[in-house]
């Protein structure tokens, strides 16, 4: 019985497939068969503009553009050898890649297929003038990425990329389709689902030669979301120019709420080149570093060097919170210090006399430092150093952010398979040894000291379209605010003393505090640091300077951070502090 | 020996032939138009898979079903594993999955899900057949019903998923249950149809929506739908001629070797080609149900009645969504649709029927 209801169930169900085919195929048969004949219809896609990028001024800094494609409707292209000859011609692409372009073209014979893209606006008005003796020759527009300022602000920007097999399986449900581009670094990678927009399309019948007759129904492409950055790209542009020829990096970041203001990279690259087919040759060179200098590595966030003296400021508040120094203790500092047979030498060879903590932050004191480590040990150097941020990511939000390196005991026990030693510890004091940091970190710790003991997490985007993107993360520190002063007053004192190593820095309109570095590395050369905030007691502005083998930090990087606060003054990002007038 | 081969079911057989061979005509028939040694490499596939899906088939069929039976519920879990760990590689993969790979070989675990499943439901319901009256005793089939159903739908393999919800309520149905139970289930399923809105992705909740109105995305599914409906319908009483279909060689289908390749039978050999192609369905249908009528033993009825009711709903499924009477949910067409694991799974399925056949004198 029951067997029987199942089959009556599934008897109609073949009935109804029945009654449908009859439908379609009898009933309304004639329709379709005119349909297939004398209507076919085609799919023209509509692309969707992705989202501007403005900076914090309102600057377009990443545009749009309008570019030119030739494309061909095989159908309709009566001669296409003749057509090939032309284009070759005046496009000065070879007979060959244009033969292979029109056999693809056969598989698809009333679509049109790309054949060149981006080829310029006045080739594209000539090929128009000459289009009717051509036909299916058909020169269409789309919108490319443009960026304005060029290599200004890529390190910040990032670039696109054609999606690749691979990506595009995986994003299909999504939406992406064969031609779109997708971000490949920075804000262009990390905010790709906004900036994208969605494709739209036409669907069009067309007649039995080909040509259009109607647009049955039209789906508008929604264009990307906005962003808005926290970057000012005329400061980016003057600290990119700054740098020069010179290899290093610039950031300039608000110590109290992490915005950054500028993040530059050197060397840099123009991100144009990855959206136009005019500039292989430099995407070659761009992609495999033919230059050596790797253009592509944001020297900020994605690279780790040893911070040298800058460290100090770490061993300082450890040395002060676990009140093995006060400001009261005093070290002898006689040009070199030793440990069992091993000497470490201080920078100044006849040595610094006797000085206490501010003073030796001002003179930047090695033997100071290595007694002071010594006194307080690794493990509270460590704990202090994970406090204020190293070790780990900062959290900024762009791709490629690495941890850099904070040895510690055990760490040298695993990866070095060898105990630690106190001479470890020694040079750890001053920023050297194992320990790695990116100048992001760096940047962060000194304006957490400039801020009191509140640390924020750097971050760029301000706002996607009108809704902001609160990512303001402030954490206090558990520290005593009169150590916090204590090393303000050195980090005071070396820019503004006569003897501070960084007093290049020093600035007429507002009092700059800042630490000097040089981070010895395997050359001969040392890279430079410096790093600071502006005005002294409630910083509104916070920036390192990072000079790949610039040597001593006390010259080059400390003339150019006083550019910087100089140039911060200019675009009032220091409005209303110190004798800073309202402009 | 001659005896027991009388009860092998040999129309089964010869026509699941006859539909291969009409499968492979209409693949070359839709891969011809594209770049060279497409329709090559594709047929040689399907080919390949057939060949694996006798072997397969050929093990299924000669262990004894209620072996089978006995193993039913480690299968089921490994099986369960395995759509997890699809799963998870898609979440690795960031996007979706529903493939495995071994050795180079791809293979959809979803499709062979719909096999063990229908073994373990009969396992469950054959052996508490008294005690199925109750309500409480439906829950634990509910259960077995909903773990691969959802792994499957998360993958997101919608057609595939929703397959196991007829074939269970038909094994319900077939095992003796109350009617009013049954009918009270089926409700229930209905009212929490719009809770499962929630778990469909995006585009999978717009092409519900587009077979609702076709217009509002002309681009995607609503193109699939009205050019298939333009292909079968101009095919008209006798068709354009095997490769003459326009919409077809100047590729106006898409998807048309895997889902929708019944457009293609529709447009070249018309009403009178999709009634063959249709008939040779219902006979492998209505011998399958012969086998459940014939078989006194309540697990190969069970059995029996999954096999015919998986086949018949992918067969209403499938032609019924190139005709634009139902939704686009992504079936394959059994024995004619183009994909390794589609194939050899049917031919497992119709294994596991003719296995029942073969040894229902016995029970």
């Known amino acids: ?583 | 020996m001659r005896r027991q081969f009388k009860n092998f079911d040999m129309v089964i057989v010869i026509c699941i032939c006859v539909i291969f061979i009409i499968g492979l005509l209409f693949l070359y028939s839709a891969s011809k138009s594209l770049e060279e040694n497409v329709y090559e490499k594709r047929m040689i596939k399907q080919i390949l898979s057939m060949l694996i899906g006798v072997f397969a088939g050929t093990i299924v069929f000669s262990i004894d079903y209620r072996k089978l039976l006995d193993l039913s519920y480690l299968f089921y879990w490994l099986m369960n594993f395995l759509l997890f760990f699809v799963l998870v590689l898609g979440a690795i993969r960031l996007g979706a999955q529903r493939w495995i790979s071994i050795g180079g070989i791809a293979f959809q675990p979803s499709e062979f899900a719909k096999i063990i499943f229908i073994l373990a439901i009969a396992s469950f319901l054959g052996r508490r057949k008294e005690s199925i009256e109750n309500k409480r005793n439906i829950i634990k089939p509910l259960f077995l019903l909903g773990v691969p159903f959802f792994l499957i739908a998360a993958q997101p393999d919608l057609g595939t998923a929703l397959v196991l919800i007829p074939v269970f309520f038909a094994m319900l149905f077939i095992s003796g249950i109350n009617v009013k139970v049954l009918l009270g289930f089926i409700g229930a399923g209905v009212m929490t149809t719009p809770f499962l809105w929630h778990f469909l992705k995006e585009y999978q909740r717009k092409r519900i929506l587009v077979f609702l109105n076709p217009n509002i995305d002309p681009l995607g599914a609503g193109y699939t739908i009205i050019q298939s409906k333009v292909a079968i319908g101009s095919g008209q009483l006798f068709g354009k001629g095997w490769l003459s279909g326009t919409q077809n060689q100047l590729n106006f289908l898409p998807e048309r070797h895997t889902d929708f390749i019944f457009s293609v039978v529709g447009e070249e050999w018309g009403f009178v080609g999709c009634s063959i192609v249709l008939l040779l369905y219902f006979i492998i249908i209505y011998r399958g149900i012969i086998i459940m009528r014939e078989t006194k033993d309540l697990y190969g009825k069970l059995i029996a009645c999954g096999v015919v009711s998986l086949l018949s709903f992918q067969i209403f499924i499938n032609i019924g969504m190139t005709i634009g009477l139902l939704p686009v949910v992504g079936l394959t067409l059994p024995f004619i649709s183009y994909g390794g694991s589609s194939l050899i799974s049917s031919i497992m399925a119709v294994a596991l029927l003719l296995n029942v056949g073969y040894r229902k004198p016995y029970f």
């Open chain 1, 1 to 583: 019985m029951r067997i029987k209801v199942l089959l009556g169930i599934i008897v109609s169900c073949f009935i109804f497939l029945f009654a449908g085919l009859f439908y379609v195929q009898i009933i309304k048969g004639a329709d379709y068969k005119y349909k297939s004949e004398n209507n076919r219809m085609i799919l023209l896609p509509i692309e969707a503009p992705r989202g501007k990028i403005f900076d914090r001024n309102g600057r377009i800094i990443v545009d749009n553009r309008i570019s030119f494609d030739v494309s061909v409707v095989y159908k309709n292209a009566k001669d296409s050898a003749a057509m090939i000859n032309f284009l070759s011609d005046k496009l000065e692409v070879s007979k060959q890649f244009l033969r292979e372009k029109m056999d693809e073209a056969k598989w698809q014979p009333y679509v049109p297929t790309l054949l060149l893209d981006d080829i310029g606006k006045d080739k594209a008005v000539f090929l128009e003038e000459n289009s009717l003796d051509y036909p299916g020759l058909v020169i269409s527009t789309r919108p490319r990425r443009f960026y304005p300022y060029h290599k200004y602000g890529a390190s910040v920007i990032g670039y696109l990329g054609k999606i690749n097999k691979d990506e595009l399986s995986r994003y299909k449900h999504y939406g992406y389709t064969i031609r779109d581009y997708i971000g490949r670094s920075g804000i262009e990678r990390e905010y790709d689902d906004y900036l994208r927009g969605h494709q739209g399309g036409m669907q069009v019948e067309t007649d039995s030669v080909g040509r259009r007759k109607k647009t049955v129904s039209i789906k508008q492409a929604i264009k990307g979301k906005d962003i808005y950055l926290t970057i000012d790209i005329e400061l980016e542009k003057y600290c990119d120019r700054l740098l020069g020829q010179r290899n290093g990096c610039i950031i300039v970041m608000a110590p109290d709420t992490g915005q950054i203001y500028a993040l530059v990279s050197k060397p840099s690259y123009d991100p144009n080149i990855f959206v136009t087919n005019q500039e292989k040759a430099e995407v070659v060179n761009v992609l495999t570093n033919a230059n050596g200098d790797y253009p592509l590595l944001n020297r900020a966030i994605s690279c780790a060097y040893p911070p040298g003296s800058v460290f100090k400021i770490v061993v300082s508040l450890a040395a002060l919170e676990t009140m093995k120094i006060t400001d009261k203790t005093y070290f002898n500092c006689s040009g070199s210090f030793s440990l069992g047979k091993a000497s470490f030498k201080c920078w100044k060879k006849t040595g610094h006399g006797s000085q206490n903590i501010v003073e030796a932050l001002t003179h930047s004191c090695n033997v100071f430092f290595y007694q002071a480590g010594v006194k307080i040990g690794v493990e509270s150097i460590v704990h202090f150093a994970e406090e204020l941020g190293f070790g780990k990511k900062t959290g900024i939000d762009i791709p490629g952010e690495i941890k850099g390196n904070l040895p510690s005991p055990s760490w040298k026990r695993k990866n070095i398979k060898e105990p630690w030693y106190l001479g470890d510890t020694v040079n750890l004091s001053i920023g050297q040894g194992f320990l790695l940091v990116t100048p992001i970190q760096l940047l962060r710790m000194v304006a957490c000291v400039g801020n009191n003991g509140k640390m924020v997490t750097p971050y760029l985007v301000e706002k996607i379209e009108e809704v902001p993107v609160f990512n303001i993360e402030q954490q206090q520190l558990k520290v005593d605010e009169k150590n916090i002063k204590v090393i303000k007053d050195g980090l005071k004192r070396v820019v503004n003393d006569q003897n501070g190593t960084g007093m290049m820095a020093k600035v007429e309109q507002v009092v700059v505090s800042g630490k000097t570095g040089t981070a010895q590395n395997q050359t001969n050369v040392d890279h430079g640091w410096f790093s600071g905030f502006a005005p002294e007691k409630y910083p509104k502005v916070a920036v390192i300077v990072f000079v790949e083998y610039g040597g001593k930090g006390g010259y080059e990087a400390s003339k150019i951070a006083q550019l910087v606060f100089e140039e911060c003054i200019k675009v009032g990002l220091l409005k209303g502090t110190g004798n800073v007038e309202s402009q």
